[in-house]
């Protein structure tokens, strides 16, 4: 058998392959799938079993095992209970887990509970009955040491157990702790609430299963992704939040490029042709040149200072590397050519169009997304009325309240504290989401001094 027809052999079997639908994903990928909407005693939801219909089915194409073989929808406590149980149990031989989640969600206590469709708790003792821990998903993870573990929760669209006298936290979920390994991703950040959409899904799911069908993009690309253009899509009202714990591989939905979704052709092996004479000179082949990247020149290096007249906010909430990404293009899929820290004040900002500004801070440039990026005098504010003699300043947390958990603190004399929305909560003062040097949190309104003009 010739050469040509072995090779032909070869691409045929990869093309059958693309062409029948077969996946070659190196692991194994185990997904549950959760769509909560037909509730009994509470409000129910119009989108989160279509949200989850539409991320199954998704997964399916992306060689996810579905626990049930389909969504599942509509879960009471039983039910929600046996499938995360069996989830566990087929994570036990996984290399990579999913948890996915739509409906409504709850913060009681520092604890996030997913709410199977006949929860009627009644007092805040019931929770534990009534509702779903999350930590109990996180615990099924931990337990079955799956080299990835992701948790995607578009949950927290309102609070339903408003008027029960049960005390919810801010409307909306606080971050979880994780083992080594794992990715949550929120459809918004802490303590707020998601958009549940008009067309039949949320925009959080909508972006979602788009961008996991992009091959190229690592899992820190494919959630910065859905993060921008759920901003996009909702005019800044929403803003996707994520938490990791140390991930070490790589992982791809789609692949890390198109070809990478057909199997190998098995290596063919001919034999080695007879050894003929030839009097044509010998070439050496051509080699790449090793050029070393430009050094800048003395008027280049002038240039590299912050001298810009914008800040970055947002970002702490929504992006793992801590900073402003840096693009060669504006695309959220090209090349990152590095990040702008969370607390930068001095970032030039120009050619704003389409959500895309062309920036500068110090030597550093290229394209990032607007929706973080803000004039310096706008948003800035200083501490006040903070005890010097407090070590910790001013306390940031991670819902509006007193009774929310610490997530940081801003110091006592800070003076560029970068503020991103106020809100006041039933019965208490006016609350503030801030921003200070990479650490987020809500603070009390009236510890905060406007620094710029308008």
Known sequence: MSRFMLSSIAIGIAIILLGSGEKAFAEKRIALVIGNSSYEKLAS?????????????????????????????????VSFDKAVQKFGMELQD???GLF??????????GINYLVPVGANPVREADVDFELISANLILRQMEAAQTKLNLVILDACRNNPLAGRGIRAG???????QSAPGTLISYSTQPGNVALDGTDGNSPYTTALAKTMRKPGLRIFDVFNEVGLLVLISSNGAQQ???????IKADFYFSGQTVSSLAAPAPPVILPAPAPQKSTAPV????????????TPSASESRNCSNDGEYIVTNVAFSDPVGGLVVRSAARASADKLGVIPSEATGVVANNCDGGWC?????CLSGWSSSSFLAPRSRNLFRVVGVNASDRDGLNMRVSPGFSSSKSGAAPYDAEEVVVHSCERIPNDQPWCLAT????????AKRFLSKTGSE
């Open 100 to 109: 996915y989640y739509a409906g409504h969600g709850v913060e009681v206590k």
């Open 283 to 294: 070439i050496p082949p051509k080699t790449a040149a090793i050029v070393a990247p430009p």
């Open 436 to 443: 200070y040097k990479g650490r987020s949190g809500w603070v």
């Open 240 to 246: 996707p939040w994520q938490s990791s714990s140390p």
């Open 45 to 77: 939801l119009d989108n989160p079993k279509n949200d989850a219909k539409l991320v199954a089915d998704t997964l399916v194409d992306l060689g996810f095992s579905l626990i049930g073989k389909s969504a599942q929808l509509n879960l009471d406590k």
């Open 170 to 176: 801010g409307g909306g979920l606080v971050a979880l």
């Open 358 to 362: 062309r920036v500068r801070y110090g």
């Open 94 to 96: 996984a290399d990579v």
